[in-house]
């Protein structure tokens, strides 16, 4: 989680920690499990046909990037996969993960999203999957399906947020 403190004795000296010293370590701590915000500058990139870079970690520790789409429900980011995919494998193992949003009008400002998957559900993911399509490709209908495929919503709780331009 980052910052760590040790709310023991100082060594040697037999004090205890102030009461401002705790609240500051819990308000820090707070801050590290509160999701946050994306700032409203840059919500537009939601509404564009922005490509996002999703990070995702393998078993082995190294990363994964893939193109996606994505989508923003007012809390969570959401992306849209087939079950059994890379991606798919590697949240169900380890829900952290890393979003490269560019703007496609000017790749000098992007927003850079860190957080975990907090929710995967197949529910809804098929009428999701047709609304990403027509938004990035201007059709009705996901034109990729595969025969027996399985599609997935992700929804990723930000924890920090970096931007530029």
Excluded at 18 to 33: G, K, W
Excluded at 73 to 101: C, H, T, W, Y
Excluded at 123 to 150: F, R, S, T
């Amino acid at each position: 989680m980052g910052r760590r403190t040790i709310l023991n004795k100082e060594p040697g000296n037999g004090k205890v920690p102030s009461q401002q010293s705790i609240i500051s370590v819990a308000n820090q701590f707070m801050e590290t499990l509160m999701p946050q915000a994306i700032p409203e500058k840059y919500m537009d990139l939601f509404q564009k046909r922005a490509f996002a870079s999703l990070g995702t970690l393998m078993p082995d520790g190294s990363p994964q990037v893939t193109p996606v789409w994505c989508d923003f429900d007012g809390e969570d980011v959401i992306f849209n996969s087939a079950k059994g995919r890379q991606k798919d494998r590697n949240v169900r193992r380890d829900p952290r993960v890393s979003l490269a949003i560019i703007d496609p009008e000017n790749p000098y400002r992007y927003l850079e999203i860190r957080g975990r998957v907090v929710e995967i559900t197949e529910d809804g993911a098929g009428d999701h999957i047709n609304k990403m399509a027509k938004k990035y490709l201007g059709v009705e209908k996901y034109p990729y399906a595969q025969p027996g495929e399985v599609r997935v919503i992700y929804k990723i709780r930000p924890e920090r947020t970096t931007v530029m331009g």
